[in-house]
């Protein structure tokens, strides 16, 4: 497998070019701009996120790369060759793309194993079969086969997408929320179950999701997608930790704003206590900021410094997510192992233990 | 992976991207053209009225028109007020009441709908005259002799007219209003019932009001198809638009003359279709399915009530269908011989001939169109779908109208130029062929099988295209292996529902058809006209048989979903 990626190694530069790079695209929904200027590389066997609210533009980015959507500005290359440009494109049927969509899209008139040789047209019967077959047993479908895709459940309709879409050995999977038609353990099982597979394969990916568990999951780097454009490109312990906007921060994770301000370029004082942070902020200081607190920098310590009441609570097993209120009307989000146990109203002692400190320039007016 | 392809596009790279810019304009372009091929007999009745045409205008304005204009606002005006009667009350007997038979009126209240108003009125004619069953039986029981001892209501009168197409056409309002009522939210009905308002409050505050976007639409489609009968007012000598028009123009030889009245119908059918656009936008927020279906409170009746309520749905089905089905059989088994003739199987032959062909253009080309707006979607084809679908509105008349003014334009064309440089007579090439009629088939028709089409085609996830095409099957082929094998059931429909209908068109067909040609339809007709009524009996005997096939694809439409879709004939 390894040994095909050199195939373009009559390239005088050693740096292996990326399968898919899109330059600074901009494309309408309707006649609403729906995608700003994007531009975003993927190098080979590398799986990518976008990852966004519904109506961001991350799915009109998707089928412009497949093919069905045209270009304003910038274009499209896909293994050096440019697909899509502004008035042209390659249609979809020889980009050599593979697709895997939310409602699977499979051909409900055909059996499984019509379905995964769809993409095989000028394949002979033999050649056909054999992929055929090897593509349902690494997929563990063999048994299904003949079965027709209504006789199927969720996760098997899911193996025999994702199945179709590989087995004409496509450039490049796009993959439209893959999985938000299962229930929430499938969905995790097959989250996994996928992304292993894309990796021994060295499958390369593009995925669309507003669920930052897949996103999690899948992608090596996800790109935060909002009003069109990409907020910020990264892997998903960073946009956790150190998510660049407010927009990232309050869309990624839990988590509540603190108001505050800074009062030496590594120090924030809040209503809450100060808080030191490891790196220096570079802002003014007495700048007006928010401070950003995930569920998990909120300790519970019967010492702790701050007294609050438990206003609801949410119990999910191995843990427990609290929301509590300070005397101040201030709201946290704390996540206690699930032993410490309170209930509703009850006082709770707790400290903040942020390592480091995610802080955001405070609008004027808030 | 990926070892095999990686240099798949080199080479070809311009080459395709060129290809793919003619690719769209193909499919958008076409159904372009397509669409203006539709619209254009009325672009052409238009022009052409508004060409001198030397006094006709004046003389008709002098003399007839305001006539023809009043006499269809009267048969308009009555049957407007028939259908809704005969639709909301049946419609709301069906689904708000408990009786006995019930389930069975629910689809015998569309059987009329098989029945074309010319047939109809033949068969009251036949019924109602005075050597027919009803006048014998009174004279018989009265003892009166001759016409001077009493009378009789002339069924070939305005009234009449009124009468026989109230009859056929009011399941247009009753199926509407029907889906309408099923839909009203249960919630608000027995909130209603229970602020202490009675069956007939609710339904005149409540019911009524909610359905009333739905039953105008209804009347509406009705409306259309009463501008649009030739048989029944030619029969009865109604002298509506319709009948001046074909008058003018067969009868005085003015095709400009017939333009003119065509112009006016046209006043007409704008007003029409935007009653009928409009109340569909409101009914579209009047009436949101909910999600689940919940059976109605049902008022359970009983005794006289139930007596009532059977007695109310049973009429129009008696009526409008099995009362004219009786007296067509009766006179088609005396006359069979008669009628079974080798020049009637040639008629049959015609008919099914040019009814096959016009279903399968209106369908091919319904597929061509929509399917394109899926691939391109955009405004401009979204209204050249629009426009290119009015030809339903249009009465067959006007269409025909629109329809010879061009192709003679062609044909003189042509054969002047051959004249001039080859000294020889192309003849006609379109204008009075079968062309002409099955131009005006798929014109009339396209609405229908362009509704089904599309309907089909957006129950299908539009990731199913981008799955077939992303496993390299281009836009057609795609349309073909798996659009095609999963929307074959609404295609079916759709083609049985147009071949129908032109199986029962009269006035296009009537004022296109070739020298000596005839169909079922022209058949009937023409003996009819000459008094020959029993002759006729076979043919639209036949005709309403053929009716019942998209009657019954609806009652199973309705036994099958009980929530079912509005008017699917119109």
């Known amino acids: 497998m390894k040994s095909t990626l050199i195939a373009n190694s009559d390239d005088p530069l050693a740096a292996p070019r990326p399968l898919l790079e899109v330059r600074n695209i901009s494309c309408n929904y309707g006649l609403e701009r729906a995608v700003f200027d994007l531009?975003?590389?993927?190098?080979?066997?590398?799986?990518?996120?976008?990852?966004?609210?519904?109506?961001?533009?991350?799915?009109?980015?998707?089928?412009?790369?497949?093919?069905?959507?045209?270009?304003?500005?910038?274009?499209?290359?896909?293994?050096?060759?440019?697909?899509?440009?502004?008035?042209?494109?390659?249609?979809?049927?020889?980009?050599?793309?593979?697709?895997?969509?939310?409602?699977?899209?499979?051909?409900?008139?055909?059996?499984?194993?019509?379905?995964?040789?769809?993409?095989?047209?000028?394949?002979?019967?033999h050649e056909q079969k054999s992929a055929v077959d090897d593509m349902l047993d690494r997929m563990g479908l063999s048994r299904h086969a003949e079965k027709y895709p209504h006789e199927l459940s969720g996760g098997q309709q899911q193996r025999v997408a994702l199945a179709r879409a590989l087995v004409p050995k496509p450039l490049l999977l796009l993959m439209d929320e893959p999985f938000s038609n299962l229930d929430q353990e499938l969905r995790e099982h097959m989250g996994q179950e996928v992304s292993d597979m894309?990796?021994?394969?060295?499958?390369?990916?593009?995925?669309?999701?507003?669920?930052?568990?897949?996103?999690?999951?899948?992608?090596?780097?996800?790109?935060?997608m909002a009003d069109g454009a990409i907020i910020q490109w990264d892997t998903p312990y960073n946009l956790y930790h150190q998510p660049c906007t407010y927009f990232v921060a309050d869309f990624i994770g839990n988590g509540i704003f603190l108001a505050g301000t800074i009062s030496t370029p590594t120090r924030v004082a809040t209503s809450l206590g100060d808080l030191?942070?490891?790196?220096?902020?570079?802002?003014?200081?007495?700048?007006?900021?928010?401070?950003?607190?995930?569920?998990?920098?909120?300790?519970?310590?019967?010492?702790?410094?701050?007294?609050?009441?438990?206003?609801?609570?949410?119990?999910?097993?191995?843990?427990?997510?609290?929301?509590?209120?300070?005397?101040?009307?201030?709201?946290?989000?704390?996540?206690?192992?699930?032993?410490?146990?309170f209930e509703i109203s009850d006082e709770v002692s707790v400290r903040l233990a942020v390592d480091h400190l995610v802080v955001f320039e405070r609008e004027s007016e808030t | 992976m990926a070892s095999v392809n990686t240099n798949l596009a080199g080479s070809h790279r311009h080459e395709q991207l060129r290809r793919s810019n003619r690719y769209v304009n193909w499919w958008s372009g076409?159904?372009?053209?397509?669409?203006?091929?539709?619209?254009?007999?009325?672009?052409?009745?238009?022009?052409?009225?508004?060409?001198?045409?030397?006094?006709?205008?004046?003389?008709?304005?002098?003399?007839?028109?305001?006539?023809?204009?009043?006499?269809?606002?009267?048969?308009?005006?009555?049957?407007?007020?028939?259908v809704f009667i005969t639709g909301v009350s049946t419609a709301w007997l069906v689904t708000m009441c408990r009786f006995p038979g019930r389930k069975l009126f629910e689809w015998l209240l569309l059987l009329p709908l098989a029945i074309p108003a010319y047939v109809i009125a033949y068969a009251y004619t036949d019924f109602?005259?005075?050597?027919?069953?009803?006048?014998?039986?009174?004279?018989?029981?009265?003892?009166?002799?001759?016409?001077?001892?009493?009378?009789?209501?002339?069924i070939r009168s305005l009234g009449g007219a009124i009468l026989?197409?109230?009859?056929?056409?009011?399941?247009?309002?009753?199926?509407?209003?029907?889906?309408?009522?099923?839909?009203?939210?249960?919630?608000?009905?027995?909130?209603?019932?229970m602020l202490g308002r009675g069956p007939w409050r609710t339904f005149s505050t409540v019911s009524l009001p909610t359905a009333r976007p739905a039953i105008a639409v209804g009347v509406s489609l009705a409306l259309m198809e009463t501008l649009n009968d030739y048989g029944t007012v030619d029969f009865f000598s109604v002298y509506t638009m319709t009948a001046g028009l074909v008058d003018v123009w067969l009868g005085m030889g003015s095709l400009a003359g017939g333009a003119q009245i065509a112009t006016t119908m046209l006043v007409f059918v704008v007003l029409l279709i935007m009653l009928e656009r409009m109340s569909r936008r409101h009914q579209k927020l009047y009436q949101q399915a909910s999600s689940r279906y919940k059976p109605l409170p049902a008022y359970q009746l009983g005794g006289l009530r139930a007596g009532a309520a059977v007695t109310v749905c049973a009429l129009p089905v008696v009526a409008g269908f099995l009362v004219p089905v009786l007296v067509l059989a009766r006179l088609a088994f005396i006359y069979f011989d008669r009628s079974w003739t080798p020049d009637f199987q040639l008629y049959v032959f015609n008919s099914v001939a040019l009814s096959v062909a016009a279903a399968a253009i209106a369908l091919a080309i319904?597929?061509?169109?929509?399917?394109?707006?899926?691939?391109?979607?955009?405004?401009?084809?979204?209204?050249?779908?629009?426009?290119?679908?009015?030809?339903?509105?249009?009465?067959?008349?006007?269409?025909?109208?629109?329809?010879?003014?061009?192709?003679?334009?062609?044909?003189?064309?042509?054969?002047?130029?051959?004249?001039?440089?080859?000294?020889?007579?192309?003849g006609l090439l379109l204008s009075g062929t079968v062309a002409a009629v099955l131009f005006a088939y798929v014109v009339r028709f396209l609405a229908i099988a362009m509704g089904q089409v599309e309907s089909s085609l957006e129950k299908v996830s539009p990731s199913m295209d981008m799955a077939a095409r992303t496993l390299g099957y281009r836009a057609g082929q795609t349309l073909v292996r798996y659009h095609l094998p999963l929307i074959r059931g609404g295609m079916l429909t759709a083609a049985m529902i147009v071949f129908v209908d032109c199986m029962k068109e009269l006035p296009a067909t009537l004022l296109l058809r070739p020298f000596n040609f005839d169909t079922l339809?022209?058949?009937?007709?023409?003996?009819?006209?000459?008094?020959?009524?029993?002759?006729?009996?076979?043919?639209?005997?036949?005709?309403?048989?053929?009716?019942?096939?998209?009657?019954?694809?609806?009652?199973?439409?309705?036994?099958?979903?009980?929530?079912t879709l509005g008017a699917s004939t119109g």
């Not at chain 1, 590389?41 to 980015?61: F, N, Y």
């Not at chain 1, 894309?198 to 935060?224: P, R, S, W, Y």
């Not at chain 2, 036949?542 to 099958?560: D, E, F, H």
């Open chain 1, 39 to 125: 531009s975003l590389t993927v190098h080979r066997g590398e799986q990518v996120c976008l990852l966004g609210p519904s109506g961001c533009g991350k799915t009109t980015v998707l089928r412009a790369i497949a093919g069905f959507h045209p270009l304003l500005t910038g274009e499209i290359c896909i293994n050096d060759q440019q697909v899509s440009a502004v008035g042209a494109m390659v249609p979809p049927e020889v980009r050599r793309v593979g697709m895997v969509f939310q409602d699977h899209a499979l051909f409900p008139h055909l059996s499984v194993r019509q379905n995964v040789a769809s993409g095989l047209r000028s394949f002979s019967a």
């Open chain 1, 198 to 224: 894309l990796k021994e394969n060295g499958i390369t990916c593009v995925m669309v999701t507003h669920d930052q568990n897949d996103a999690f999951a899948l992608g090596d780097h996800v790109a935060v």
């Open chain 1, 276 to 341: 030191e942070s490891d790196t220096n902020l570079e802002m003014k200081v007495d700048a007006s900021i928010e401070v950003l607190i995930r569920p998990d920098d909120v300790v519970h310590d019967p010492d702790g410094p701050i007294r609050a009441k438990v206003h609801r609570r949410a119990f999910k097993g191995a843990e427990i997510m609290y929301t509590l209120r300070t005397a101040e009307g201030i709201t946290l989000l704390a996540l206690f192992p699930s032993h410490a146990n």
């Open chain 2, 30 to 82: 076409g159904a372009l053209l397509l669409a203006a091929l539709a619209v254009m007999p009325v672009i052409a009745v238009l022009l052409f009225a508004l060409r001198d045409s030397g006094d006709i205008w004046t003389h008709l304005v002098e003399t007839a028109l305001f006539g023809y204009v009043e006499t269809t606002l009267w048969l308009m005006l009555g049957v407007g007020l028939s």
């Open chain 2, 128 to 154: 109602l005259e005075f050597a027919g069953p009803v006048q014998r039986s009174l004279r018989a029981v009265f003892g009166w002799d001759s016409m001077q001892d009493y009378w009789f209501p002339n």
């Open chain 2, 164 to 193: 026989m197409m109230g009859l056929v056409l009011y399941p247009y309002v009753y199926l509407l209003a029907r889906s309408a009522f099923l839909e009203q939210s249960v919630n608000v009905l027995e909130a209603s019932r």
């Open chain 2, 366 to 426: 319904a597929l061509f169109v929509a399917y394109s707006r899926r691939l391109h979607g955009g405004k401009i084809l979204a209204l050249a779908t629009r426009v290119a679908t009015l030809g339903y509105a249009v009465p067959g008349a006007v269409l025909a109208v629109g329809i010879l003014v061009p192709f003679a334009a062609f044909d003189n064309t042509v054969d002047a130029l051959l004249r001039k440089y080859l000294g020889i007579s192309s």
């Open chain 2, 521 to 563: 339809a022209t058949h009937v007709y023409e003996f009819a006209s000459d008094e020959m009524l029993g002759e006729a009996s076979l043919g639209s005997l036949t005709i309403v048989g053929v009716g019942l096939i998209p009657v019954v694809l609806l009652s199973r439409m309705i036994s099958r979903t009980r929530q």
